[in-house]
């Protein structure tokens, strides 16, 4: 899939990124320089529509992370003289691009002070201050950052994008029981997204392993983490990160089904028989494999998968070979 | 199982269908100003009116079924939910929207044009 | 039997050129300016402070918890139940607590509220305006005049909607005046306003009368609502749900419905 400017670019490789970023020339050109804000002026102007502004701001996203730190300047006087100083977005943008040009640390102290004192006079004003807990988490001030998006949670609880951030923030300092529970909000307002299912059923593979085998929780989180993954899958029938995690979890379950497990029936999820893990493991494998494949061969259809995730799934398939064919012998 | 729980395991988003049903009804909407036309031109009165335009927009339903909705829904086999070959289910939510829906939502429209055609061309 | 024979009336082609097309023109520029109209009017969302904002979303995310339980493992649904039922109970999410059990303030003189009602004034007068001018302008001008006929035939009840103004006791009711095209043009342009504005255009009067009569969804943090008996309400909702999760049997779902 060719990279396109009316997606935010967040996901993109470095090299999607620059090619977008290089489009900056072309479109900065193209498009009228400045769009009135005013009713009046809007008749009498060129027309605009939607998709320019998402362009400006894709752009302006690109620009920052390519270096071309002119070109995003570019976009976001534009998208200022369009929507006003005080629109919450631009503020937001203009921060990002301070933080950009910052040299040294000090200057992104500085950032951080503008940012305090806007919301000192406003504090409802949500970009900003999701600026300012990425900006604290980039300064490496993790538990600030964690507090100051407790905070916005609490006043705005529907807020997944906020979630899923302090889901990761818990998550890079191994509070895994946290990250869960805020994961499982996303769940709550997506319940949808299989992404967010196998996302969970990721973390919850990492609470098991990090508790040990031993622990009392780690059946409940195989448990969890093995459906989750099944979820995911059973929404979205191509999603690759859904397989890995079904046959990492199997996997681990079938090496370890010797020895006696206990299962407590405290109302939680319990797990399926051998036999049925089993069955979802060579599931898993097959689909495994009949992604690797095709993707690898570049076959109609099957094209899109990150290259990286394919890599590691053929990574863990030939692992999974080798262990059996030495068995075997 | 309830139907509840079914569509919670299944689930439909609603973005895409209200995508379709819309783009059924600009079809509809447009294809019922046009046999307006159509009629007052001829100079179809009463009955034969509004039978010519009970004949068009099943045509049109008909076509719209055979160019769009069967060659995917045929192929998948997964929307073939009991309707045998007229199944729209893969599509849509309700089989008696998608095949008379047309007559109600143009019928103001038809009427329009065709009294319009009519009154241009006749009288 | 008798043959009624039919009836001609011989019309000045002009007719059409003064009167039809003229309305029908009108009624479509009225429908665009009035999309256009409704676009521009329409007042940017208020700036809600921190405590309204957090009153408001903590009972959404109720709702939202009540509607997806099922996506949640027991044990996690029960914690977030029972947090937040405690919290509903104790008025935790409150605007201004103090207030608790008071009736809450008459929606005519909150400011706040009545910014509300003038948005729907808006609409309201922007539906009813243009029509009412339209009307008395094809009365002014057009009535008594006999433009077209019908292609289909009416009983004699229609007459007097259709011939309004036109005083002529024999007349087949299936000529109309100018007045009936009008109403014609009402509903039949629907379709006209779907090309030229989009599916989702403020010119279609209809979609708006429906709109009015369906409960609005503002409504509900609306003026003149008392919160705390919404919350009181949503932990009630909240303590009956007879927990079941997406996520029982989903292997065996899995191993049944997916084939390599």
């Not at chain 1, 529907?158 to 890079?172: F, K, M, P, R």
């Not at chain 1, 029938?237 to 681990?252: H, N, S």
């Not at chain 3, 009540?66 to 493992?73: D, K, M, S």
């Not at chain 3, 299936?174 to 504005?197: A, D, T």
Request: glycine content about 8%.
């Amino acid at each position: 899939m060719a990279p396109s400017l009316l997606h935010p670019p967040s996901q993109l490789s470095p090299a999607a990124a620059l090619e977008l970023s290089q489009q900056a020339p072309a479109l900065l050109q193209s498009s009228p320089s400045t769009v009135s804000s005013s009713p009046l002026g809007a008749i009498f102007s060129a027309s605009e529509s939607p998709e320019l502004w998402i362009k400006y701001e894709n752009l302006l996203l690109s620009c920052l992370r390519t270096g071309d730190d002119l070109a995003a300047q570019q976009c976001l006087e534009r998208l200022a003289a369009r929507f006003g100083e005080d629109n919450e977005r631009i503020m937001a943008f203009r921060g990002l691009v301070k933080e950009a040009d910052a040299q040294h640390p000090g200057k992104l102290e500085a950032v951080l002070k503008d940012y305090e004192e806007i919301l000192k006079e406003n504090d409802t004003n949500i970009p900003i201050t999701k600026r300012r807990v990425a900006l604290l988490r980039s300064m490496g001030r993790v538990s600030e950052a964690v507090s100051a998006l407790v905070q916005l949670l609490d006043f705005s609880p529907t807020d997944a994008e906020g979630w899923s951030e302090l889901a990761d923030l818990y998550l890079s300092q191994g509070m895994y029981p946290q990250a869960i529970y805020a994961l499982e909000e996303v769940v709550i307002l997506a319940p949808n997204a299989w992404n967010i299912h196998a996302r969970l059923g990721e973390m919850q593979y990492m609470a098991a392993t990090a508790s040990g085998a031993g622990g009392s929780s780690y059946q409940k989180h195989m448990a969890e983490s093995l459906k989750r993954f099944s979820r995911s899958i059973e929404l979205c029938d191509d999603y690759l990160r859904g397989y890995y995690g079904l046959k990492l979890v199997t996997a681990r379950l079938l090496k370890e089904s010797g020895k006696p497990a206990k299962q407590n029936d405290e109302g939680g999820l319990r797990l399926p028989d051998t036999s049925t893990i089993e069955r979802l493991n060579e599931l898993a494998t097959a689909k495994l494999s009949e992604i690797v494949r095709h993707s690898t061969a570049g076959d109609r259809g099957w094209r899109g998968y990150d290259e990286v995730e394919v890599a590691a799934a053929r990574e863990l398939l030939s692992e999974d070979a080798s262990a059996a064919s030495r068995i075997e012998r | 199982m309830s139907v509840e729980r079914e569509f919670q395991i299944a689930p439909i988003v609603q973005e895409a269908v209200v995508h379709n049903s819309r783009t059924l009804l600009n079809l509809q909407s447009l294809t019922a100003s046009l046999f307006g036309v159509g009629a007052g031109i001829l100079g179809l009165e009463s009955y034969s009116g509004f039978l010519f335009y009970l004949v068009c927009s099943l045509l049109t339903a008909m076509l719209f079924y055979v160019v769009r909705v069967a060659p995917t829904s045929l192929a998948s086999g997964t929307g073939t939910g009991g309707g045998g070959a007229f199944d729209t289910s893969r599509y849509f939510r309700s089989q008696v929207e998608f095949w008379t829906g047309g007559l109600m939502n143009g019928l103001a429209g038809f009427i329009l044009t065709w009294t319009l055609f009519y009154g241009l061309v006749r009288a | 039997m008798a043959q009624v024979p039919v009836q001609t009336i011989h019309r000045d082609p002009q007719l059409f050129y003064w009167i039809l097309l003229p309305i029908t023109a009108v009624m479509i520029l009225t429908g665009v300016l009035r999309h256009y109209a409704t676009v521009l009017m329409a007042s940017a969302p208020k700036k809600l402070d921190q405590k309204t904002t957090r009153e408001q979303r903590a009972l959404l995310r109720g709702i939202n918890v009540r509607g997806n339980f099922h996506t949640l493992a027991k044990p996690s649904f029960d914690v977030r139940r029972d947090a937040l039922t405690t919290a509903y109970e104790s008025g935790a999410y409150l605007k201004s607590p103090e207030n608790r059990g008071q009736a809450p303030p008459n929606p005519l003189s909150d400011p706040s509220s009545m910014e509300g009602m003038m948005g729907m004034m808006k609409n309201q007068m922007a539906m009813i305006i243009p029509n009412t001018l339209i009307m008395s302008w094809i009365n002014a001008f057009f009535s008594g005049y006999v433009i077209m006929k019908l292609p289909f035939p009416l009983t004699i009840k229609f007459k007097s909607m259709l011939q309004a103004g036109v005083a002529t006791k024999d007349m087949d009711p299936r000529w109309m005046s100018s007045i009936s095209w009008y109403f014609l043009c009402i509903f039949g342009l629907q379709s006209v306003f779907n090309f030229l504005l989009g599916s989702d255009n403020a010119a279609s009067q209809m979609a708006q009368q429906m709109g009015g009569m369906a409960p609005n969804a503002g409504q509900m943090f609306g003026p003149g609502v008392d919160p705390d008996k919404q919350f009181l309400a949503e932990a009630e909702n909240l303590a009956v749900i007879e927990h079941y999760s997406v996520l029982d049997g989903v292997e065996q779902r899995l191993l049944e419905g997916i084939k390599v």
